[in-house]
């Protein structure tokens, strides 16, 4: 069973910079989207960054846009956000999460993902 794990979670002050790291025990696909979503509380679930893994191809939400930056190696396994210029409302659970993607484009809609991470805490305080 494909298992990710995340770390690198913490607390900045904001305009401070954080790097999140998803290792997953082995990609589920030839070609998968993999990336990150988060969740604050009495928040909906967001769609952050995703990379395709055969490809390189990356998606990002607007709000994070020119902040973070998704990139992977592939002979760890392995997907990183790099997360600068981090404001409070970037407060939240971060969760990885991995799907097959035969057409090579990254849905940003939760139910689309079927494999997860535990989720790690990422905390920006003003």
């Known amino acids: 069973q494909v298992q990710l794990v995340e770390s690198g979670g913490g607390s900045v002050q904001a305009g401070g910079s954080l790097r999140l790291s998803c290792a997953a025990s082995?990609?589920?696909?030839?070609?998968?989207?993999m990336g990150w979503f988060r969740q604050a509380p009495g928040k909906e679930r967001e769609g952050v960054a995703f990379?395709?893994?055969?490809?390189?191809?990356?998606y990002y939400a607007a709000s994070v846009k020119g902040r973070f930056t998704i990139s992977q190696d592939n002979a760890k396994n392995t997907v990183y956000l790099q997360m600068n210029s981090l404001k409070p409302e970037d407060t939240a659970m971060y969760y990885c999460a991995a799907r097959w993607t035969p057409s090579g484009s990254c849905p940003m809609l939760g139910f689309a993902y079927n494999y997860w991470g535990q989720g790690t805490q990422v905390t920006v305080a003003s």
């Open positions: 082995e990609y589920p696909y030839r070609r998968n989207c």
């Open positions: 990379i395709v893994t055969d490809g390189g191809s990356t």
